[in-house]
């Protein structure tokens, strides 16, 4: 094969990688229904409540690291200036905390989950991500709801920085599910073949955490 063809073949497997991924992806999971948005035992707030563990984490763009790894082709670290260099996109969400508080239309710009993993490419036998933090926090969810088309890597929020309060400089966003699978201070997306419990699945929440089904505690 020549040179040429080799770029070839490399981009057309890389397409259909792709191609096969977001297939894979586009599998429903949101059980939203069509005419509901505020999911069962929720009630509406105008403002933004600020829930950790207590210890915020202070993290220049400068020190901050992003590392992908675990059931991956091609895992990677970014640095700050790696991931702004990646395709920037924007998603509008709902918020849903399992402390009952939701609130409506959160506008967020920043990477989508679905253009890091075209990136890392993960295996076939990966089924879960685990999501590491700066504080030490952790969470997990199947990798079809962290791929899922809302799912993002959020850096801004309302066209500001995401403050450090809320997770700055970068946080995940999951809007299907209750707002602790949304990790703040992100560090660390581990794909794994089996699921594992996070901090608070470990403490009694739910595995998966559907708002639409009041999936907040394990025996939910
Ligand atoms: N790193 C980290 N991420 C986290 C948490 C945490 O303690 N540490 N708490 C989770 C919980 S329980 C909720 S409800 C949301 C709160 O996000 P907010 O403070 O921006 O509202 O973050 C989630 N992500
Ligand atoms: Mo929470």
Not at 116 to 145: C, F, I, Q, R
Request: net charge negative; with cysteine.
């Amino acid at each position: 094969m020549s040179d040429e063809d080799a770029a070839t073949d490399s981009k057309l497997t890389l397409s259909k990688r792709r191609w096969a991924a977001e297939g894979k992806f586009l599998t429903g999971r949101i059980s939203r229904p069509e005419t509901e948005r505020l999911p069962p035992g929720q009630h509406l707030v105008k403002n933004w409540p600020v829930l950790d563990l207590g210890q915020q984490p202070e993290i220049s763009t400068s020190g901050w690291r992003l590392e992908v790894s675990g059931l991956v082709e091609n895992p990677l670290t970014f640095r700050w200036a790696d991931f702004q260099a990646l395709e920037q996109s924007t998603r509008v969400t709902d918020i849903h905390c399992v402390t009952t508080w939701s609130r409506y239309d959160n506008r967020w710009e920043g990477v989508s989950t679905r253009e890091l993993l075209d990136l890392v490419m993960p295996k076939a036998e990966a089924h879960y991500v685990m999501l590491t933090s700066y504080d030490g926090y952790t969470t997990n969810l199947p990798l079809v709801d962290f791929a899922a088309e809302d799912a993002i890597l959020a850096t801004a929020w309302e066209g500001q920085p995401l403050s450090a309060e809320h997770g700055g400089p970068m946080r995940l966003v999951v809007p299907h599910l209750y707002f602790w699978k949304s990790a703040k201070w992100l560090r660390r997306i581990d794909l794994l073949r089996a699921d594992k419990a996070g901090f608070w699945e470990m403490n009694g929440y739910h595995m998966y955490a559907d708002p639409w089904k009041e999936q907040r505690y394990s025996e939910d």
